[in-house]
């Protein structure tokens, strides 16, 4: 168990919807990440907060939006739902300071069915 | 160009073997390497972190960084069954920058 906790596990909607997945990050962590993975494609970086902050932006749709809340939990907000974004997103959480800069801590992930 | 290059695989071993899996880059500034395990779809879990070139040991998996050929390994000694997983490299340059992965490199041992 990495301490990051996500939900909800599951998501099945339809296209044109939006849901919100959610990610608590371990105790200690400021920095959360999240990531898209397909079937046939690695894992991608769509969008890193630091302390409420939005620290850097990868392969984000601008229909996807997130942010992180004061209690550090963080939100990612999918809307206009299309087939294509079916797939696993998984939150990280890393301290981000310079002696640690490496360890990132991934949570179990939400796998989103769009039919 | 990626900034990250990794053999997909899949690789296929018998059990005991070594395993040697494989990552090159290609920016400089990269100075922290992990390795992750991932197994059937679950989240990454981080097996090895290395700053800076040379070795790290921990049981049976060492990570190696040569930075001047720029470029990674992960030697998995007397693989079992258990290690059969995909292993995804990653990278960055410093804190708070944004890490940088593998396509990751399938696995299986086979008993």
């Known amino acids: 168990d990495s301490g990051v906790t996500q939900t909800p596990k599951h998501l099945i909607t339809a296209t044109g919807q939006r849901v919100t997945l959610r990610c608590s990050p371990r105790s200690g962590d400021l920095s959360v990440y999240w990531y898209q993975q397909s079937l046939d494609q690695g894992l991608q970086f769509l969008i890193q907060y630091y302390n409420g902050e939005e620290r850097a932006k990868g392969n984000i749709l601008e229909r996807f939006s997130a942010q992180q809340f004061p209690d550090l939990h963080s939100e990612l907000n999918l809307s206009s739902l299309e087939l294509g974004d079916s797939a696993l997103y998984f939150c990280a959480s890393s301290v981000l300071t310079s002696g640690r800069a490496g360890e990132q801590f991934f949570g179990p992930g939400t796998r989103l069915t769009v039919l | 160009q990626k900034e990250v290059e990794q053999d997909p695989g899949p690789l296929s071993v018998p059990e005991g073997a070594i395993v040697s899996l494989n990552c090159t880059y290609s920016?400089?500034?990269?100075?922290?390497f992990m390795w992750y395990r991932q197994y059937s779809r679950k989240g990454p879990e981080l097996l090895m972190y290395?700053?800076?070139?040379g070795n790290k040991e921990d049981g049976r998996f060492t990570a190696q960084v040569d930075k001047s050929s720029k470029y990674i390994s992960l030697f998995i000694r007397d693989s079992q069954p258990s290690d059969s997983a995909t292993y995804l490299c990653?990278?960055?340059?410093?804190?708070?920058?944004?890490?940088?992965f593998g396509t990751g490199t399938s696995l299986t041992v086979i008993p």
């Open positions: 990653a990278m960055i340059a410093g804190a708070g920058n944004q890490f940088y």
């Open positions: 920016n400089s500034a990269f100075q922290y």
């Open positions: 290395t700053y800076s070139s």
